[in-house]
């Protein structure tokens, strides 16, 4: 089955401890995502990146950072969370950057 | 930078009646326009799509307008059902992809 995988799904944690957000496609996709999601914002492009190695900023880039060492997987990396972190964030994944993205289930982050 | 307003914020409307939500984008050179539908619990999917060189594209009871004129497009639902009940986010894309805010939309009985 076609999908986008994130892990965790839910994690409470506490400002400071360094945490990584995994996210995996088995769609063979060139293109992927992460985003945030706030009540009332939408969604917020957080990086992308466009193929292996290659990574650039979205809107929201402060405070986070990604690797695209193999085509699969994109993980987020939050160095030391703080509680304005504290959101519900999707990965997304498309064949290129301008077609239709399959997202994940989000994953719900607390940082207290 | 690319700037996306999307409205309304909350829509009801009563089962088989149409709903429209609008969309405008600031940037004249944005080229791609989706249209994604969250359930509750799930990540967007795409429901709809169109690129700048098209005006209207439909998909059974889903259609969508472009005017790249007036730098606005619009989601058109006819036929509501009860499981449209759901969250909508437009999108334009530049060299970046920017999200409206969304619209809940409520399906009446």
Sequence with gaps: ?112 | GENVEQHPSTLSVQEGDSAVIKCTYSDSASNYFPWYKQELGKGPQLIIDIRSNVGEKKDQRIAVTLNKTAKHFSLHITETQPEDSAVYFCAARDDKIIFGKGTRLHILP
């Design chain 1, 1 to 112: 089955e076609a999908q986008v995988t994130q892990n965790p799904r839910y994690l409470i944690t506490v400002t400071g401890k360094k945490l990584t957000v995994t996210c995996s496609q088995n769609m063979n996709h060139e293109y992927m995502s992460w985003y945030r999601q706030d009540p009332g914002l939408g969604l917020r492009q957080i990086y992308y990146s466009m193929n292996v190695e290659v990574t650039d900023k979205g809107d929201v880039p402060e405070g986070y950072k990604v690797s695209r060492k193999e085509k699969r997987n994109f993980p987020l990396i939050l160095e030391s969370p703080s509680p304005n972190q504290t959101s519900l964030y999707f990965c997304a994944s498309s064949f290129l950057a301008d077609q239709p993205q399959h997202f994940g289930d989000g994953t719900r982050l607390s940082i207290l």
